[in-house]
Structure formats: structure tokens, C-alpha cells
């Protein structure tokens, strides 16, 4: 996983603009806040892990709501 991150931030960064986790297991925070070490703090930035009450005010911030599906 390492490998990966170093060579998609090395290689690739501008094409990465944003990642929303949406319904992650609820273990998944505590996994990512070791494994964003590996990770640039440019490209952790970009990544976002929301909870059921997150979703909607979070992807308002960055699209607009007739492009967020229904369910969220």
C-alpha cells in the first residue's frame, strides 16, 4: 500500500481531486489513521471518511444537489 501511495503521489497527484468514503465499516477510521501515514498530507486532504450525517452537508460543500444521488 505504501508502493502505491508513493507512486500515485509521485506520478499522479493532480489527478486526484477529491475521495468520499460514504458507509465505510465502522473500523475504517481507526484503520485509515494509520495507514494515511504512508499517504502525502496533500492527497489525505483530498480524503474524506462520512458518517450517514455527514453526507449530504459534506457533498453540498462541493457539488451541486441535483448532482448527489437520492439515497445520500
Same mark, same amino acid.
Given at each position: 500500500m505504501?508502493?502505491?501511495?508513493?507512486?500515485?503521489?509521485a506520478?499522479? +497527484?493532480? %489527478?486526484?481531486?477529491? #475521495? &468520499?468514503?460514504?458507509? !465505510?465499516?465502522s473500523?475504517? =477510521? /481507526?484503520v485509515?489513521?494509520w495507514?494515511?501515514r504512508w499517504?502525502? +498530507?496533500? %492527497?489525505?486532504?483530498k #480524503? &474524506?471518511?462520512?458518517s !450517514?450525517s455527514?453526507?449530504? =452537508? /459534506?457533498?453540498l460543500?462541493?457539488?451541486?444537489?441535483?448532482?448527489? +444521488?437520492?439515497?445520500?
Amino acid at each position: 500500500m505504501q508502493d502505491a501511495s508513493l507512486l500515485a503521489t509521485a506520478h499522479y +497527484p493532480e %489527478t486526484l481531486d477529491r #475521495i &468520499f468514503l460514504i458507509g !465505510a465499516p465502522s473500523f475504517f =477510521p /481507526t484503520v485509515w489513521g494509520w495507514v494515511k501515514r504512508w499517504f502525502d +498530507p496533500i %492527497t489525505v486532504s483530498k #480524503i &474524506f471518511i462520512l458518517s !450517514a450525517s455527514e453526507v449530504k =452537508p /459534506t457533498l453540498l460543500q462541493y457539488m451541486d444537489e441535483e448532482n448527489i +444521488p437520492k439515497k445520500y
